[in-house]
Nanobody, 122 residues
Framework: QVQLVESGGGLVQPGGSLRLSCAAS????????MGWYRQAPGKQRELVAS???????NYADAVKGRFTISRDNAKNTVYLQMNSLKPEDTAVYYC????????????????WGQGTQVTVSS
């Protein structure tokens, strides 16, 4: 099985920065795309940014120019650098990975991290 472990959330003032990390661990797998989603209270979960193994990157319009997604394929880790944070960025941020599992349980699956709270407030 594969696990995604996130870190880096917290409380920050408007205009501040945070960096989220998400590391995938397990055995016999290949990661296709990795990305970040967020869910604010009372709202649906939404895509923030995604990064395919080949390097194609997509951002939600609300974060373009402020957030940067990157990944280290050797470490099976994806990062989200968040700058110029706004109160409306407050949400639980979830890491997502599109993974191919090899071996007896071969198949393509979606995995989610446990979520990390980001709060932007003065």
């Amino acid at each position: 099985q594969v696990q995604l472990v996130e870190s880096g959330g917290g409380l920050v003032q408007p205009g501040g920065s945070l960096r989220l990390s998400c590391a995938a661990s397990g055995s016999s797998f290949t990661i296709n795309a990795m990305g970040w989603y967020r869910q604010a209270p009372g709202k649906q979960r939404e895509l923030v940014a995604s990064n395919t193994r080949g390097g194609t990157i997509n951002y939600a319009d609300a974060v373009k120019g402020r957030f940067t997604i990157s990944r280290d394929n050797a470490k099976n880790t994806v990062y989200l650098q968040m700058n110029s944070l706004k109160p409306e960025d407050t949400a639980v941020y979830y890491c997502n990975a599109d993974i191919i599992i090899y071996g007896a349980t071969y198949g393509r699956r979606q995995y989610w991290g446990q979520g990390t709270q980001v709060t932007v407030s003065s």
